[in-house]
């Protein structure tokens, strides 16, 4: 799934595991989300969101349109 993780997070200054720290994740499960080799779940995805205070739908690209 397409996202802008990696700029929101990188417009905040955190680093991966900053991130991961955040979210209760590792560094690596960041950076497979941000590689796109991973999916976030529905909850991981609106915990993304509330913590850039953004709605999903600017986050995560739906794929089906």
């Given amino acids: 799934m ?3 993780l990696k700029l929101l997070r990188t417009e905040k200054g955190w680093t ?8 209760g994740v590792s560094r690596q499960a960041v950076n497979a ?3 796109e080799k991973h999916d ?5 995805a609106y915990r993304i969101a509330s913590l ?6 600017d986050i995560f690209e739906n794929p089906h349109g």
């Avoid at 976030?40 to 991981?44: F, G, I, N, R, V």
């Fill in 40 to 44: 976030p779940s529905l909850d991981l």
């Fill in 52 to 57: 850039f205070e953004r709605p999903v739908e």
């Fill in 16 to 23: 991966q595991a900053d991130l991961g720290d955040r979210l």
């Fill in 2 to 4: 397409k996202n802008r």
């Fill in 33 to 35: 989300l941000e590689t």
